[in-house]
Structure formats: structure tokens, C-alpha cells
Nanobody, 114 residues
């Protein structure tokens, strides 16, 4: 069974930084896509940042210039979050996709205090 595990969430003051990590047990050569999503209470999960197998990245307008997604190795991806705002408070999920399946982590809470 494929596992996707997020880490690095926590409590930070506005203007601070956090780095989220996502490790997957899926073999790197099978991964076509990785993304970070977040979910506010009572809302649908939304895209924060994504990176394709070829290295192309895409960001939500609300995080452009503040967040950076990167591949640390074949099985690990990170999200560097700078200049955090209270509205970034949410549960952050890592999504990993192969050609055949779609996997989600359990989520990690990010809380930004004003």
C-alpha cells in the first residue's frame, strides 16, 4: 500500500516561515505529479502549488511569490512557505499521482497567528 506522509506543520506568527515536507513510498519513476492542497473548515480542498514530472510548477494566485514547491529527491517534495498570513491557516495535504492512481496524505495543520 502506498503511503504519503506530510510533516512540518505547526503554529507560526504572521510574517514567519514554515517548510512542509511530503514523503511517498511510491517509486520515484512512477510519480507523474505532486501537489500541495489546503482545506479550510467547511470548504473544498484547493490547490496551493503543484509540480509535474517534468518540473513545471504552478501556484495559486494567493501564494505566488511567497510559496515555493520543490523536489528534494525522487520520493520527497517540499513546500517552503514564507511571509505567512493568517489566511494561510488551513490543513495542508500532499497529493501524489501515478499513471494509474491518486494518493493523499493525512494532512498537516498550519496555523498562522496575527
Amino acid at each position: 500500500q502506498v503511503q504519503v506522509v506530510e510533516s512540518g506543520g505547526g503554529l507560526v506568527q504572521a510574517g514567519g516561515s514554515l517548510r512542509l515536507s511530503c514523503a511517498s513510498s511510491l517509486s520515484g519513476f512512477r510519480i507523474n505529479y505532486r501537489g500541495w492542497y489546503r482545506q479550510y473548515p467547511g470548504k473544498l480542498r484547493e490547490l496551493v502549488a503543484e509540480i509535474t514530472r517534468g518540473g513545471s510548477t504552478n501556484y495559486a494566485d494567493s501564494v505566488k511569490g511567497r510559496f515555493t514547491i520543490s523536489r528534494d529527491n525522487a520520493q520527497k517534495v517540499s513546500l517552503q512557505m514564507n511571509s505567512l498570513k493568517p489566511e494561510d491557516t488551513a490543513v495542508y495535504y500532499c497529493n501524489v499521482r501515478s499513471a494509474m492512481a491518486n494518493y493523499w496524505g493525512q494532512g498537516t495543520q498550519v496555523t498562522v497567528s496575527s
